[in-house]
């Protein structure tokens, strides 16, 4: 049995068996709208009777004014009907509950006036709702070989909601990149995620898929536009030519005089022996200004002598990104989190006070630069290496920096890099990209390109560029959840989780994915998907517990 198991079962347990008890709520399932209808007037503010007593469980600091969505969580039997920010109005949105239907994960929503510390306390859940203004959006892909494909948002909110109450709506809409003649792409995908407040502010989210089952399926380049309300909010060109030649060195390592690449940018070759081929720039700590490390497979490496190259923006197969912008007008409220709770509940540990609050891993957010989508920052691109990882443990060292600490440079720095979960090679679907392949579809499904026809991708995972690892696998989005309520984040939970059992030769030992565990138990007890979802990671789990 793995070193790891040892490490995390205790604590995986109790987790899990707390997990199996209460009833799953899906995404709209429950809100401040019990009737679901949207375009109701929005309720003033209420406050408490003489006669009420404040139910206290959490308090909240808010260092600055401005809408305020956020997530709680609360230990069994804390809070049963709805939850409330000082006298504010309130909009819950309940994820889910415990056995004895007390709140156990819950997205609020109200607008700070002022900064200050607010209680949160139990209280009636607010009914009614609005009709949300609708934004443009419209996202363009020139694609190599196949030109120029676009995906507009539909002009009105569809029924799979997120947030629905009287102060803020979102929903999602699934869309497929069409070109000139309304074909659409045979496998890129994307997600319009649209929140909206009742003064017409909010965000809007943008997701790039390469992640479906479809035999044509491979690797891409492309260049990107998304605009918003007419304006271009973002661009990423195709490719940029490299500055100087690059000549081997040594090993897996190169030289090119000045190249500007950082960890996990991708190159094409084009000129010498190994033109038209596509690599990625790896190892953290051996790229230097004028030298880097290619994951590649050549056994003439030596042939290579003053060849040209160019970077490329490549999606590979089993890849998302993602990029969210504010509407104009929007005034966002900082807050920290109240982590008492969350600790109470078993949802996360408690961290020693002298935990560091250094922020070295944060890379720029220039086009080609770490942070930027496709991007990497410090993170292994080689999942299966082991020791000196901040990405590795329990949670990332930058999540447990956070939670002590709650500095605004961690606090970007936890979402960044929550942000970039989508880089890895771990997400894929059937054909519908909404539905993700399990064992319960094929027992024998393996995530592998040894598997068999049938048990495998139809693209028998061609363009597949930076592969996950389970045994040293990274917590990325998890506490990001619980902090922010984002859905991205519960996607990419359950994305990770399938792919933990999905990547497991289904003719060996169940042992090898124990590290995983602690992304099944995330998606057991916090996700917020359809209810078949949660149920199937629950049965997941118990059977790899059972096994073990």
Known sequence: MKKSLHFILPVLLSFTLATCQGPSISSTEESNNETGDIGKNAPESETNSEDDVKKVVAEYNFTSSGWATFGIVLPKGKAFNGLKVGELVTQNDIKNRWSDGSIRYAILTTRIQSAGVYEIYESNIQAGSFMPTIPTAELTLDIEGSGIHKSVLSNNVSADLWLNGPLAVEWRVRDIPQNNDAKKHPFLSNTWDIRVYNDGTGTVDAIVENVRDVATADGVVYSAEIRVNGAIVFQHAAKRKGPNTLTWASDNTYASVNHGLVNGNCIRFTSGPKIGAVVHIGGRSSNTANSFSISDTFSDRQSIVDAGWEQIFYHSYGVNWRKTFDLSGFERAEFKTDFKPFIDANAIPEYMSNVNSNTELMR?????????????????????????????????????????????????????????????????????????????????????????????????????????????????????????????????????????????????????????????????CKITNKITNKQYCQSCILLVLYII
Do not use: C
């Open 364 to 524: 720029g957010n220039g086009e080609w630069e770490g942070m930027a989508p496709l991007g990497f920052s410090n993170l292994a691109t080689y999942t299966a290496a082991v020791g000196g990882r901040a990405e590795i443990g329990p949670y990332p060292r930058w999540q447990a920096q956070f939670i002590v600490h709650q500095t605004s440079e961690l606090r970007d720095q936890l979402i960044s890099m929550a942000n970039l979960a989508g880089s890895f090679s771990a997400h894929f679907t059937k054909s519908d990209p909404s539905r993700v392949v399990t064992v319960d579809d094929n027992p024998n499904y393996w995530l592998d390109r040894r598997a068999v026809a049938g048990n495998k991708p139809l693209n028998n995972m061609v363009g597949r560029m930076f592969g996950y690892e389970n045994a040293h696998a990274a917590s990325l989005a998890y506490i990001p959840y619980l902090v922010t309520g984002d859905r991205y984040y519960s996607d990419e939970m359950l994305h990770y989780a399938n792919f933990a059992i999905m990547h497991t030769n289904p003719s060996s030992s169940w042992h090898f994915i124990s590290t995983y565990l602690a992304v099944l138990f995330i998606s057991n």
